[in-house]
T-cell receptor
Framework: GEDVEQSLFLSVREGDSSVINCTYT??????LYWYKQEPGAGLQLLTY?????DMKQDQRLTVLLNKKDKHLSLRIADTQTGDSAIYFC????????????FGTGTRLKVLA | EADIYQTPRYLVIGTGKKITLECSQT?????MYWYQQDPGMELHLIHY???????EKGDLSSESTVSRIRTEHFPLTLESARPSHTSQYLC????????????FGEGSWLTVV
């Protein structure tokens, strides 16, 4: 079956690193994504990783992919109060399907 | 940056009224989607479209309807709004090439009183 799971909440202090985790079940997705949702807004694409990569770094963001364990993580270095939001991981549709699979979302709270 | 626009952003209407939520994208994407999301909760796909004149229902049953007469336009209509329709509605689009990324609009917050 298809399922993407995330922990619901994460609280960190400003300046610390945040690590948001995601586990998924469909190993045939080509791309995996991280989206950020601020209050009252839509989902904003933060970064993505191709399924044959282990790691991708983009400024303060580091994505790690462990295909064997079907585990995806997003590390935010030097977390700021502006990073407080809900973060969703997502899988791209597999061939012949339409459906993006989104996680349940992790609410990140950054304490000043 | 995604070029996908939703109007209205916020709307309060009375029970029984008809409402259309507009969604337009300027990226030439074939696929478009409507998701329903309660505040801070999971996304639920309610409609999608592969292209012009193509519409399908999503995973979550919805009393809304959609149309796709032009590539760039994917409006959602509620014929008779009820308080249970109060939610945020997110429009999105994607294309089957490159990173196959799905892009979202800013959302339409609907409150039915």
């Amino acid at each position: 079956g298809e399922d993407v799971e995330q922990s619901l909440f994460l609280s960190v202090r400003e300046g610390d690193s945040s690590v948001i985790n995601c586990t998924y079940t469909d190993s045939s997705s080509t791309y995996l994504y991280w989206y950020k949702q601020e209050p009252g807004a839509g989902l904003q694409l933060l970064t993505y990783i191709f399924s044959n990569m282990d790691m991708k770094q983009d400024q303060r963001l580091t994505v790690l992919l462990n295909k064997k364990d079907k585990h995806l993580s997003l590390r935010i270095a030097d977390t700021q109060t502006g990073d407080s939001a809900i973060y969703f991981c997502a899988e791209s549709p597999t061939s012949g399907t339409y459906k993006y699979i989104f996680g349940t979302g992790t609410r990140l709270k950054v304490l000043a | 940056e995604a070029d996908i626009y939703q109007t209205p952003r916020y709307l309060v209407i009375g029970t029984g009224k008809k409402i259309t939520l507009e969604c337009s994208q300027t990226m030439g994407h074939d696929k478009m989607y409507w998701y329903q999301q309660d505040p801070g909760m999971e996304l639920h796909l309610i409609h999608y479209s592969y292209g012009v004149n193509s519409t399908e229902k999503g995973d979550l049953s919805s009393e809304s309807t959609v149309s796709r007469i032009r590539t760039e336009h994917f409006p959602l209509t509620l014929e008779s709004a009820r308080p249970s329709h109060t939610s945020q509605y997110l429009c999105a689009s994607s294309v089957d090439r490159g990173r196959n990324t799905i892009y979202f609009g800013e959302g339409s917050w609907l409150t039915v009183v």
